[in-house]
């Protein structure tokens, strides 16, 4: 704190000369810059007093390599904060990645390709059938292991065109509560000491995924706000956990953010339609068009773990390279004076109520 007040004199004496200089510009705008960032770092570093410097230990050691004195000086959660995201990199080891890849891989080995994949159609009335066999198989998969196809890879009567491995786009939406190894990195130790970093009371586990990001396949995931699909009154309560298992690039489908894009409420939500009719979910509201030019991307290897915000506005690239993208990702609830909408498509169920974070 006390080389921050000195800085800020210095900066102070600086913006004084600058003034002096009356007729030079160029050192005037250099003093004015000097003392805008020397107040920027006061108002920082008072608010990383505010968090509690010593709660930021832990974050500060997954935080990304930066070289000589800034190493380990910002904080994390301030971070997080401004920008509804936060990357740390290093998270879970190589081992703990390749665990999950591997317990996937036996899981796609066993796999039974859901009878409305397999359906074949000729009349109007199959096709009607088939969606509605499709529509159940996602809106009941939320207590389930369930699989999702990438777009053209089955004919019309349902035989793969490419091996079925490859053809799988995602696996959802219960892996952390019935597979043991991604239910033991769900409620790993480490999750839960950032849980409760991130001042979480009652964090609860409401779904999780594993998506493939296929090579030359994996379809782009459109710019959305997780709250869209996961609603929560109030708002605010909804965190992501996305967790890359090999390296994510710009060639591979890497993330993308709209930094601070948080804090304004959402536009558009995804809810369960009203029984009989034809589809089973629809929107209420849309999501404005977005300037490409405000998306910067998240680049992050293997092991490195994103926390997405419920309400920032994220998206990810088709993967027209030659690797894949996997990644695990799970979506937790601050539960604490929260309630879950009856309208989201994602509902607890008798068999599996949301589970806590910290059991
Ligand atoms: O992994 C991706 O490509 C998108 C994931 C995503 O948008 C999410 O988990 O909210």
Same mark, same amino acid.
């Given at each position: 704190?006390?080389?921050?007040?000195?800085?800020?004199?210095?900066?102070?004496?600086?913006?004084?000369?600058?003034?002096?200089?009356?007729?030079?510009?160029?050192?005037?705008?250099?003093?004015?810059?000097?003392?805008?960032?020397?107040?920027?770092?006061?108002?920082?570093?008072?608010?990383?007093?505010?968090?509690?410097?010593?709660?930021?230990?832990?974050?500060?050691?997954?935080?990304?390599?930066?070289?000589?004195?800034?190493?380990?000086?910002?904080?994390?959660?301030?971070?997080?904060?401004?920008?509804?995201?936060?990357?740390?990199?290093?998270?879970?080891?190589?081992?703990?990645?390749?665990?999950?890849?591997?317990?996937?891989?036996?899981?796609?080995?066993?796999?039974?390709?859901?009878?409305?994949?397999?359906?074949?159609?000729?009349?109007?009335?199959?096709?009607?059938?088939?969606?509605?066999?499709?529509?159940?198989?996602?809106?009941?998969?939320?207590?389930?292991?369930?699989?999702?196809?990438?777009?053209?890879?089955?004919?019309?009567?349902?035989?793969?065109?490419?091996?079925?491995?490859?053809?799988? *786009? &995602?696996? +959802?939406?219960? $892996?952390?509560?019935?597979?043991? /190894?991604? !239910?033991?990195?769900?409620? @790993? =130790?480490?999750?839960?000491?950032?849980?409760?970093?991130?001042?979480?009371?009652?964090?609860?586990?409401?779904?999780?995924?594993?998506?493939?990001?296929?090579?030359?396949?994996?379809?782009?995931?459109?710019?959305?706000?997780?709250?869209?699909?996961?609603?929560?009154?109030?708002?605010?309560?909804?965190?992501?956990?996305?967790?890359?298992?090999?390296?994510?690039?710009?060639?591979?489908?890497?993330?993308?953010?709209?930094?601070?894009?948080?804090?304004?409420?959402?536009?558009?939500?995804?809810?369960?339609?009203?029984?009989?009719?034809?589809?089973?979910?629809?929107?209420?509201?849309?999501?404005?068009?977005?300037?490409?030019?405000?998306?910067?991307?998240?680049?992050? *290897? &293997?092991? +490195?773990?994103? $926390?997405?915000?419920?309400?920032? /506005?994220? !998206?990810?690239?088709?993967? @027209? =390279?030659?690797?894949?993208?996997?990644?695990?990702?799970?979506?937790?609830?601050?539960?604490?004076?929260?309630?879950?909408?009856?309208?989201?498509?994602?509902?607890?169920?008798?068999?599996?109520?949301?589970?806590?974070?910290?059991?």
């Amino acid at each position: 704190m006390q080389s921050v007040i000195l800085w800020y004199l210095l900066c102070c004496v600086l913006r004084s000369a600058g003034y002096i200089a009356q007729n030079n510009p160029q050192s005037r705008k250099t003093a004015v810059y000097c003392h805008a960032y020397g107040l920027k770092q006061l108002l920082k570093s008072s608010r990383v007093r505010k968090v509690g410097s010593g709660e930021d230990d832990v974050l500060n050691c997954w935080k990304k390599k930066k070289t000589g004195n800034e190493k380990y000086t910002t904080s994390r959660m301030t971070e997080f904060r401004e920008d509804g995201f936060l990357v740390l990199e290093h998270f879970f080891t190589a081992e703990e990645c390749d665990s999950m890849r591997n317990q996937i891989q036996k899981i796609v080995a066993e796999m039974e390709v859901p009878p409305h994949c397999r359906t074949e159609f000729s009349t109007k009335e199959d096709e009607q059938l088939q969606a509605q066999g499709s529509s159940d198989y996602f809106l009941t998969s939320g207590d389930k292991i369930r699989f999702f196809f990438e777009k053209g890879v089955l004919d019309e009567k349902g035989n793969f065109l490419i091996p079925k491995k490859k053809s799988v *786009s &995602k696996i +959802g939406h219960a $892996l952390h509560a019935y597979d043991p /190894v991604f !239910k033991q990195i769900t409620h @790993s =130790s480490k999750v839960q000491e950032l849980g409760r970093k991130l001042g979480l009371e009652r964090p609860v586990v409401v779904q999780s995924m594993y998506i493939f990001k296929q090579p030359g396949i994996g379809g782009e995931v459109t710019p959305h706000q997780d709250a869209t699909f996961l609603h929560t009154e109030p708002l605010g309560r909804v965190l992501g956990f996305w967790i890359a298992l090999e390296d994510a690039t710009q060639e591979n489908g890497c993330l993308w953010f709209i930094p601070g894009s948080h804090t304004s409420g959402i536009t558009r939500r995804m809810v369960r339609a009203p029984s009989g009719t034809s589809t089973c979910v629809e929107f209420v509201g849309s999501e404005p068009g977005y300037d490409d030019s405000q998306f910067i991307p998240l680049p992050i *290897s &293997k092991g +490195g773990l994103i $926390l997405i915000h419920g309400e920032v /506005v994220h !998206k990810s690239e088709l993967n @027209s =390279s030659e690797s894949s993208r996997h990644v695990f990702t799970f979506h937790v609830m601050e539960a604490k004076d929260t309630s879950w909408s009856k309208e989201n498509w994602l509902q607890p169920t008798p068999e599996l109520p949301f589970p806590s974070l910290y059991t």
